[in-house]
């Protein structure tokens, strides 16, 4: 009896420790996830955007707060059947995505989006992201290492490898002409619903209540304003605007 209760606690304990190494394994590979992040400006007229005809309210000025709680809502599901719903960002690219986001939207300039590439052991993200009236738009062309449209062997023919999810505040893009969802197209609200339950709350400690880590000159804000009020009242055209908006981002930053 004494025996066969040793030989069970032994194996008990080997499960445990067994169980604990795995623990501490995942967590050494979460914390040492390598995210290689990549931002630049494109023309609206670029290729293929299909946004040259929306009129972006660029630049804006945007909390990485916000930025964060838009980047954990953005969520996917494959066209696999019985696929769940996923997180698009895990919390390492989410921390480093997002206050480079935030010092993006200030720099960008009317005409311009701004295009994300993110590179993790999932493979390749790439997204375009911009501001419109009240709302901000992210667009997936690929989503860790699969792009939208997959080519389909038996049809013969494209078919999506996945679709975006919408959240609280968010819903999908329409095109205007005929009203065709895009579900690699989203639209938010600026200010989404708080998300904020287990481990999201550790992304949000230490942000403060502000959350913003940008902090633009007084100065700087006060010429971009005059800026603005002379362009609005057409005392200066589109392209001197961009011109003069421009040098003083190329002054400050």
Request: hydrophobic share 40%.
């Amino acid at each position: 009896m004494k025996i066969f209760s040793s030989r069970k606690f032994l194996k008990s304990l080997g499960s445990f420790v067994y169980c604990a190494v795995l623990s501490s394994y995942f967590a050494g590979n979460a914390n040492s996830e390598e995210i290689k992040v990549k931002i630049n400006f494109r023309s609206q007229s670029y290729q293929k955007s299909n946004i040259d005809k929306i009129k972006l309210n660029h630049p804006i000025r945007i909390s990485q707060a916000d930025i964060t709680n838009h980047l954990i809502s953005l969520s996917y599901k494959t066209s696999f059947l019985g696929s769940d719903r996923e997180r698009i960002f895990s919390f390492l690219a989410i921390k480093k995505i997002a206050p480079m986001l935030a010092k993006a939207f200030i720099k960008v300039v009317p005409g311009r989006f701004i295009r994300v590439d993110v590179e993790g052991k999932g493979g390749l993200t790439s997204f375009d992201i911009f501001a419109f009236k009240k709302y901000l738009n992210w667009r997936f062309d690929s989503i860790h290492g699969e792009t939208f449209f997959k080519k389909n062997d038996v049809r013969d023919a494209e078919i999506f490898a996945w679709n975006l999810i919408p959240d609280n505040g968010q819903k999908y893009f329409k095109t205007p002409s005929d009203k065709r969802i895009q579900k690699n197209w989203v639209v938010a609200s600026f200010k989404l619903p708080i998300i904020k339950s287990g481990q999201e709350e550790k992304i949000f400690t230490g942000l403060g209540a502000d959350s913003s880590s940008i902090k633009i000159d007084p100065k700087l804000e006060a010429k971009l304003k005059h800026l603005k009020y002379l362009h609005s009242k057409n005392l200066i055209n589109d392209d001197e605007y961009k011109v003069q908006q421009k040098k003083l981002f190329d002054k400050h930053f």
